[in-house]
């Protein structure tokens, strides 16, 4: 039976910025919009959320304007790790969700192709010097993309009822 190679091509990231609420605390949170209507998510089955801790906090666990800077540095090195990888075809590996500032804490969502993948590339990282915060990982098997329907959940809200 011949190899079959199917190509897909990625929705463009488009973003949309919330001020939001989560657990009563304030959350400010930019999700790619374009994933709205990705259609081939049993391609990218795995979440992966990347933590990294904020120190410097101003009111209601939101980092200060310093703080905010050195997390968005943080964040974008590790985003690009994470969206450099590469399948064994060459294909992109994962694709960009959500940033989120809430709660003392940065969070980056990406929807992961192969888990080891994007495993490798962030232990690599994780390991490869002392860091000014401590981040983590977590990647779960997600083939339904429930973890990613709260940040989905909130396009109703800011479009009404037929969004």
């Keep these: 039976m011949p190899d079959h190679e ?4 990625l929705p463009e990231p488009h973003y949309t910025l919330f001020n939001s609420k989560r657990d009563g605390l304030p959350e400010v949170i930019v999700v790619n919009d374009a994933l709205l209507a ?3 998510t049993a391609i990218f089955p795995w979440h992966l959320c990347i933590t990294i801790e904020a120190e410097e ?7 200060s304007e310093k703080e905010s800077k050195l997390l968005f540095d943080l964040g974008d090195e590790i985003e690009s790790v994470v969206l450099k ?3 064994e075809q060459g294909a992109e590996n994962a694709m960009f969700l959500a ?3 809430w709660n003392e804490a940065r969070e980056l969502m990406f929807q992961v192709h192969d888990p080891e993948v994007a495993h490798t590339e962030l232990q690599t ?3 490869s010097r002392t860091w000014q915060r401590q981040w983590n990982y977590r990647m779960e098997n997600d083939p339904e993309w429930e973890k990613a329907s709260f940040v ?3 396009f109703p809200q800011a ?3 037929d969004a």
């Design 159 to 161: 479009r009404g009822c």
């Design 57 to 63: 906090l101003i009111e209601n666990g939101m980092p």
């Design 6 to 9: 199917i190509t897909i091509d």
């Design 38 to 40: 990705f259609q081939h």
């Design 125 to 127: 990282l994780l390991h």
């Design 152 to 154: 989905f959940q909130l």
């Design 99 to 101: 940033r989120s500032t």
């Design 85 to 87: 990888g590469r399948t």
